[in-house]
């Protein structure tokens, strides 16, 4: 009877954790096509990311209650407890930065800012903001299917790339509105956007910090930023 209910348990985790990767997976290609609405000016696929964010409140509600009620059923300790804690909160991170998506393509459809200078958007690096983020968010899910931090240091790395690129667009959108002030507005919702990617990068390194709790059962809040305190 024992081996039975674990082997239940096992399927249940298997479960779950098969329903975070399909969330992983959608708001990753909600996360891509939001940037390539924005460098394309693509309204069209702006409204396909709009759409789309119904589906991803659907899976943080289910995710959340199949945690809820794994936890009443199976009362899980040690590595199980810590897999599913992390999960609630993965769930809830990636709900988050979906809801970042969203904006980006709201930015797209409501905003008179589609004749944003290509040289200002060139130098605020928006781009390779965009593409960082993106890596950050493929490279935790691959930890996570791998149950392998080992990449935890090089994500945290690259939200510090992100934090610098979002800090160096303030003095570039203040420089260029001193010299083309008609600017001013679009340039401020163009900031805002820089804002968006930056706290995507944050949410990124917050799943992190759930993987290696799972994993490794270390808690890494309030030390992201000493990537040395993260071991093999």
Known sequence: MENNKLKHTDRELILLKEEISEMWKLVLS???KSKQAYLNKDVELAREVIS??????AFELKIDSDC??????????AVDLRLILSMIKICTTLERIGDY????????????????????????????AFDTVI?????SFVAFESENTKLSGKIIAKDELVDELYHKSIYTIAEYIRKNAPMTECCLKTLLLMRKLERIG???????????????????KHAKKNVNNIKE
Not at 117 to 125: F, G, M, R, S, V
Not at 202 to 219: G, L, M, P, Q
Request: glycine residues 2%; contains cysteine; aromatic residues 6%.
């Open 30 to 32: 909600q996360l891509e």
């Open 52 to 57: 789309r964010e119904k589906r991803v409140d």
């Open 68 to 77: 809820e009620n794994y936890i009443a059923l199976y009362s899980p300790v």
């Open 101 to 128: 998506a969203k904006g980006v393509a709201k930015h797209v459809i409501k905003d008179d800012c589609l004749q944003t200078d290509p040289a200002l958007i060139e130098d605020l690096q928006i781009e390779t």
């Open 135 to 139: 890596s950050m968010l493929v490279d």
């Open 202 to 220: 944050d949410h990124c390194s917050n799943i992190v910090e759930e993987i290696v709790f799972y994993i490794d059962a270390k808690v890494l």
